[in-house]
Nanobody
Framework: QVQLVESGGGLVQPGGSLRLSCAAS????????MGWYRQAPGKQRELVAT???????NYADSMKDRFTISRDNAKNTVYLQMNSLKPEDTAVYYC???????????????WGQGAQVTVSS
């Protein structure tokens, strides 16, 4: 099986920064796109950013100037650097990975359990 585990969430003041990490482990042949999504209370889950295995990043328009996604393919890890955080960034942040468990298998999307990010003074 494949597991994705997020870390780095917590409480931060408005204007502050936080870095999330998500490490994938288990039976992994390769990981295609990895990404971050978030879900605020009472709202639908929304895209934050994605990154291909070659490092091409895509961002939600409202976050592209403040957030940076990166990955370390050797460690099967994706990161999200969040700067200039606002109270409206408060949400549970989920990472995802499109994983092949063998060369011949179909790609499947796996999700982490989520990391709470709270932006408040």
């Amino acid at each position: 099986q494949v597991q994705l585990v997020e870390s780095g969430g917590g409480l931060v003041q408005p204007g502050g920064s936080l870095r999330l990490s998500c490490a994938a482990s288990g039976r992994i042949f390769s990981i295609n796109a990895m990404g971050w999504y978030r879900q605020a209370p009472g709202k639908q889950r929304e895209l934050v950013a994605t990154i291909t295995s070659r490092g091409t990043a895509n961002y939600a328009d409202s976050m592209k100037d403040r957030f940076t996604i990166s990955r370390d393919n050797a460690k099967n890890t994706v990161y999200l650097q969040m700067n200039s955080l606002k109270p409206e960034d408060t949400a549970v942040y989920y990472c995802s990975g499109v994983v092949l468990i063998t060369y011949y298998s179909d790609a499947r999307t796996y999700w982490g359990q989520g990391a709470q990010v709270t932006v408040s003074s």
